[in-house]
T-cell receptor, first 109, second 115 residues
């Protein structure tokens, strides 16, 4: 089967750094996506990785290791508005998007 | 990224009735997707809708229950038929962007409650 694993919930402190991990087992690989979803809202696109390495975009960075089936999303200088769910999704060889269950990130002052 | 709107934003419906959800995009797109997201859970793809062809349904979803229309490249509808409380969910449409990554972008969603 195909699956994406992420922690269910994480807690971090305002101003700190948090790393959200995602491991995947899919039939082939054609890219990995991270989305942010605030409660009651639609997911919004954060990042895309298709090659190994780190992609940096402001306070957010995403890393990919295809050989390990592993990615992480790194959030720096955390702000209260970063409290949200973070969804990892992988596109497989059939160009289907396989979604993780999401990680609920709670930011405390 | 495309601007996507959905109507209605929310509705409360009686068991046994049907609701049609509309999705409008501000640019022409080839592929549109319909998802369901139940409370506290991740996204489940219902079907892929391409203009000019029948929608492709995922395992566990059938056309009789979730008929889809795709009359042109900017619009699609999803109908939730003969509703039961188990259909209470958020329904999201998404479109595939034109960049090389084919990133999906989502509409604001329709929150459906079935009594």
């Amino acid at each position: 089967g195909q699956n994406i694993d992420q922690p269910t919930e994480m807690t971090a402190t305002e101003g700190a750094i948090v790393q959200i991990n995602c491991t995947y087992q899919t039939s082939g690989f054609n890219g990995l996506f991270w989305y942010q979803q605030h409660a009651g809202e639609a997911p919004t696109f954060l990042s895309y990785n298709v090659l190994d390495g780190l992609e940096e975009k402001g306070r957010f960075s995403s890393f990919l290791s295809r050989s390990k089936g592993y990615s992480y999303l790194l959030l720096k200088e955390l702000q209260m508005k970063d409290s949200a769910s973070y969804l990892c999704a992988v596109r497989n060889s059939n160009y289907q998007l396989i979604w993780g269950a999401g990680t609920k990130l709670i930011i405390k002052p | 990224s495309a601007v996507i709107s959905q109507k209605p934003s929310r509705d409360i419906c009686q068991r046994g009735t049907s609701l049609t959800i509309q999705c409008q995009v501000d640019s022409q797109v080839t592929m549109m997707f319909w998802y369901r997201q139940q409370p506290g859970q991740s996204l489940t793809l219902i079907a892929t809708a391409n203009q000019g062809s029948e929608a492709t349904y995922e395992s566990g979803f059938v056309i009789d229950k979730f008929p889809i229309s795709r009359p042109n490249l900017t619009f699609s509808t999803l109908t939730v038929s003969n509703m039961s409380p188990e259909d209470s969910s958020i329904y999201l449409c998404s479109v595939e962007g034109t960049s090389g990554s084919s990133t999906q972008y989502f509409g604001p969603g329709t929150r459906l409650t079935v009594l």
